[in-house]
């Protein structure tokens, strides 16, 4: 048996949700949300994931959290707890930033036929632009147009959040671009109300998510 880690949080706080297998373990004023688990199996069920994102979002609706990716696995409690001794003071820090906050999405979908894409050029403009477009059409780089939209966005939201990712990655349907921005619970409403002020490119759709527990705003911290 091993032990599967949910989140991060203050030790003095609300309790986590009462569901069978779900516990704390606690040290250096924080704590650890764990379960207890089999041998991880090769890909985890929908289910589990969706069991374990729940899990993750009672609690950071309760109080803040250092939310954790599924997978992380430990041995022992005294591990867990050694793992709050070595990184107690970064994980204290990280809690006081993301302290009243939470992420909200926009994903914005280039469909196949607006996508930027190389072309055809016809004379040595468009031969310019379809290189640079070349140069950018990567999973992990933005293309210009990409990258403009996603500029125009993030200053038009930049009252209503302290911080922002964003990645691009294809899908069957073109190309998706996905924001992310780090918003205090109490502004989540101001937040949407503004992100439907978003005037898109032709053939550009838009999905709003959210608020979610702030993934995106933590590095890996076990």
Partial sequence: MKYLL?????????EPPQE???????????????SRVDEPIAAPSVSALLAYESVVERIHA?????????GCRMESEEQ???????????????????????EMGIRLLWQECAAP??????????AYLASLRNRYNSEDALAPEESLL??????L?????????????SSPQGRLLSLCFLTPKARVEEFRKKAR????????KLLLSGPWPPYNFVASAA
């Fill in 6 to 14: 949910y989140c991060i949080c203050q030790q003095d706080v609300d």
């Fill in 20 to 34: 069978q297998g779900i516990r704390v373990v606690t040290g250096h004023g924080l704590a650890v949300v764990v």
């Fill in 62 to 70: 309760l109080q803040d959290v250092i939310p954790l990716r599924y």
């Fill in 80 to 102: 867990i707890v050694r793992l709050l001794e070595d990184h107690h003071q970064e994980y204290e820090a990280l809690l006081v930033q993301l302290r009243g906050m939470t």
């Fill in 117 to 126: 894409s190389p072309g055809l050029p016809q004379s040595p403009g468009a």
């Fill in 150 to 155: 996603a500029d125009r966005i993030v200053a």
């Fill in 157 to 169: 939201l930049a009252r209503w959040s302290t911080e922002q990712r964003r990645e691009v990655s």
């Fill in 197 to 204: 002020e978003i005037s898109l490119p032709r053939g550009v």
